[in-house]
């Protein structure tokens, strides 16, 4: 006659050389290594910030004709006279404009994409950039003027840009793409809390 077993027993766990069979522990999944992307989450402080308009990005392109027309026209002509010519050298020539041209196309919506801002309680950040990320933080305190412009394309798609300038060294940074109402709505909190910590010195 056998014994039931003690549930309170503890058995050791078997080792490898007992000739008790090993279970194998289940495989760890593999997790990809993190990597710097272009895309906004991955840009530098871009978690945090608020991002301007897609408009901007129509407004470039309608901006940037003129220069792309310009850049064009060398092109096409390089490549004639290359072939009145037959010298290769000068269609080689025309690959800067056409680069020019491309990187404009490609990059414009990545570019607007990763300008962004955050109002704080102490001070306004401003982030642009994606090859050549820069993040600046203004504080309210040090803000001397604040210009709301717009041109004839910003007009058409009603966005805004916000111009700050500041004190002791009358350094400026813009906000471009901002819809009119934000924009008012910086100039307003930019204004006001730069006028009470004033009066607070």
């Known amino acids: 006659m056998t014994s039931a077993p003690d549930p309170h027993e503890q058995h050791a766990a078997p080792r490898p050389g007992d000739g008790a069979p090993i279970e194998a522990t289940p495989a760890q999944p593999h997790v990809p290594a993190r990597r710097f992307a272009d895309a ?3 840009l530098l402080g871009a978690e945090r910030l608020r991002p301007v308009s ?6 470039r392109y309608l901006g940037g004709i003129a220069g792309n027309v310009f850049w064009l026209v060398l092109v096409i002509a390089a490549i004639v006279g290359t072939v009145l010519t037959g010298w290769w050298w000068i269609a080689a020539c025309g690959l800067l404009p056409l680069a020019l041209i ?3 196309l490609l990059l414009t919506p990545r570019r ?7 109002d704080g309680e102490e001070d306004l950040t401003i982030a642009s950039g994606i090859m050549f990320r820069s993040v600046h933080s203004i504080p309210y305190g040090r803000v001397q003027s604040v210009k709301i412009g717009e041109g004839p394309i910003e007009r058409r798609y009603g966005l805004a840009t916000l111009t700050i300038t500041t004190a002791a060294g009358g350094g400026t940074e813009t906000l471009p793409g901002l819809p009119k109402a934000e924009a008012e709505r910086l100039r307003s909190l930019l204004t006001d809390r730069g006028i009470e910590l004033m009066a607070a010195l």
């Open 54 to 59: 897609l408009k901007l990005i129509p407004a």
């Open 40 to 42: 906004p989450p991955g």
């Open 112 to 118: 607007v994409r990763a300008i962004g801002y955050l």
């Open 102 to 104: 491309a990187q404009s």
